[in-house]
């Protein structure tokens, strides 16, 4: 059974930062695409930032260009999303995802998600 698991959201100040985990298990993803998508309240869920299992490609929403860093540690089977110099306008609920195929920016193209982790930054 394939699972992501979050973790490592919380309320931080703005301009702190937060660093999350995405834990991933039950199949190999190494011809995966990972992804970080967040989803505001009465808003749709958006893309901000994606990376190749294999190779470390990165891609990342203009929002956060210069604040966040995608990464991944293959002995753990773990992505992370860096977050500096946190904004209010970054508070969602922050998902985890893969795909195999497909678009990176599309919540369609990803096969499996995680539950989410809440991140809160307070002015």
């Known amino acids: 059974q394939v699972q992501l698991v979050e973790s490592g959201g919380g309320l931080v100040q703005a301009g702190g930062s937060l660093r999350l985990s995405c834990a991933a298990s039950?199949?190999?993803?190494?011809?995966?695409?990972m992804g970080w998508f967040r989803q505001a309240p009465g808003k749709e869920r958006e893309f901000v930032a994606a990376?190749?299992?294999?190779?470390?490609?990165?891609n990342y929403a203009d929002s956060v260009k210069g604040r966040f860093t995608i990464s991944r540690d293959n002995a753990k089977n773990t992505v992370y999303l860096q977050m500096n110099s946190l904004k209010p306008e970054d508070t969602a609920v922050y998902y985890c995802?893969?795909?195999?195929?497909?678009?990176?920016?599309?919540?369609?193209?990803?096969?499996?998600w995680g539950q989410g982790t809440q991140v809160t930054v307070s002015s």
């Open positions: 039950g199949r190999t993803f190494s011809s995966y695409v």
């Open positions: 995802a893969a795909k195999y195929s497909g678009s990176i920016y599309l919540t369609s193209n990803y096969d499996y």
């Open positions: 990376i190749k299992w294999s190779g470390g490609n990165t």
